[in-house]
């Protein structure tokens, strides 16, 4: 009876091994295109940073509503957050999901980035200036490697605007500077203009301009994957 069961233990562990055997056979004809898939994956999807300009204490632009810059810029971004979420091949980070400060000694926005190995970041804020008459769209980068990413940002954005296209600009900004991936900054129009504010507050205008960055994103993904790279500076 005892030497019975010792047999189909030995069958059964025989039959196990060889299944085993078996199965990492196939798995090595698979193995080719399961690595491929792999790579294919960590080199199309793109980590995009949104980082909604000031909060907490730190509340940026006063409107001409009276209304602050920071509402305007998280209302926007989580937009743009919740966009991106649906789209294949992007995964999104927010250095900022609600009121919270987060100061500029820190340097924790370029940081939170440059952490994540992020593939893009872009920060949204609304421009403001003595004058209430002055309008219109622009885009900040410092770097090089940032041109691109400026370029195709603004002319998508002036389009869903509809503002004067004040074009991009090279600025000493440090979310724009110590960002070591292409990094952009959008000032999308003046909250300073009363009647540029009071669209730019509305929830059409923002999924607007919202869909326009993500359409950006897009065009850039694309083209830069077609250059074969996404560019780092360090
Ligand atoms: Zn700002």
Known sequence: MKKNVLKITLFLFLILIMSACNSNSSDNN??????????????TT???VIDPGHGGKDK????????????FTLSLSKKV??????EFGIEVFMT?????????????????ANKLNADLFISIHGNTFSNP???????????KNSHLLAEVIQNHVVEATGFRDRGI??????????????????????LTNAQDESKMRTDDFQSRVASSIVEGIKEYKESSEKQGVLERIF
């Open 30 to 43: 698979n193995n080719e295109s399961h690595t491929n898939d792999k790579d294919n994956k960590s080199e």
């Open 46 to 48: 793109l980590k995009v």
């Open 60 to 71: 940026g632009a006063t409107g001409a509503s009276g209304k602050y810059e920071k509402s």
């Open 81 to 86: 957050e919740k966009l991106l979420k649906q």
């Open 96 to 112: 900022r999901t609600d009121d919270s400060f987060i100061s500029q000694e820190s340097r924790y926005r370029p940081k939170y």
């Open 133 to 143: 008459d002055v309008s219109g769209t622009e885009t900040f980068y410092y770097h």
């Open 169 to 190: 600009k090279k600025k000493d900004l440090f979310v724009v500077k110590d960002t070591e991936m292409p990094a952009a900054l959008i000032e999308v129009g003046y």
